[in-house]
T-cell receptor, first 113, second 114 residues
Framework: NAGVMQNPRHLVRRRGQEARLRCSPMKGHSHVYWYRQLPEEGLKFMVYLQKENIIDESGMPKERFSAEFPKEGPSILRIQQVVRGDSAAYFC???????????FGDGTRLSIL | AQSVSQHNHHVILSEAASLELGCNYS??????LFWYVQYPGQHLQLLLKYFSGDPLVKGIKGFEAEFIKSKFSFNLRKPSVQWSDTAEYFC????????????FGKGTKLSVIP
């Protein structure tokens, strides 16, 4: 399957732990976007990355959240010291260029105990 | 700031009924518009998109949407729904060429009763 791959599908963490969410873009895509969907809400933009560069992180919370897209390997969304309010579905999307439609992964559902 | 509103939270229809899901956006400039569908347990899939040109856009699976600039609307339609159309539908917008930040509505759950 050459689609956007996210793992894990479900992630359970206790308060204070770290959560790492991974995203491998579609083959040939170098633009990656992360979105968060809180319960009963639409998806909200978090960050836009290209290889080794953060282009726009205007939707990222100022603390505890970080993202990277290294030269090799998947994009990682990292949440440190998780709190209950971080429980959400996190979706990754990719595109070939910034102008092309974004293709989404299955999402990672993060639950905080 | 740009926003996207979807009027219905949950729509229940019988098979063969016609469907119209409302979507309004608030942005005065150039805009690209999208409808995505999320089937149960699956990822978001692009149904159709409007960038420019003919305001009546045809998508996959018999769906279409009409861009009405004067009403800031981009409603999704299908003449006859099937049970397999049961899913959640999201309207989204970005602010035109070179833009990448999608703004999504809250989604509309469609349940089709056989």
């Amino acid at each position: 399957n050459a689609g956007v791959m996210q793992n894990p599908r479900h992630l359970v963490r206790r308060r204070g732990q770290e959560a790492r969410l991974r995203c491998s873009p579609m083959k040939g895509h170098s633009h990656v976007y992360w979105y968060r969907q809180l319960p009963e809400e639409g998806l909200k933009f978090m960050v836009y990355l290209q290889k080794e560069n953060i282009i726009d992180e205007s939707g990222m919370p100022k603390e505890r959240f970080s993202a990277e897209f290294p030269k090799e390997g998947p994009s990682i969304l990292r949440i440190q010291q998780v709190v209950r309010g971080d429980s959400a579905a996190y979706f990754c999307a990719s595109s070939g260029t910034a102008d092309q439609p974004q293709h989404f992964g299955d999402g990672t559902r993060l639950s905080i105990l | 700031a740009q926003s996207v509103s979807q009027h219905n939270h949950h729509v229940i229809l019988s098979e063969a009924a016609s469907l119209e899901l409302g979507c309004n956006y608030s942005y005065g400039g150039t805009v690209n518009l999208f409808w995505y569908v999320q089937y149960p347990g699956q990822h978001l899939q692009l149904l159709l998109k409007y960038f420019s040109g003919d305001p009546l856009v045809k998508g996959i699976k018999g769906f279409e949407a009409e861009f009405i600039k004067s009403k800031f609307s981009f409603n999704l339609r299908k003449p006859s729904v099937q049970w397999s159309d049961t899913a959640e539908y999201f309207c989204a917008a970005d602010s035109g060429a070179g833009s990448y930040q999608l703004t999504f509505g809250k989604g509309t759950k469609l349940s089709v009763i056989p």
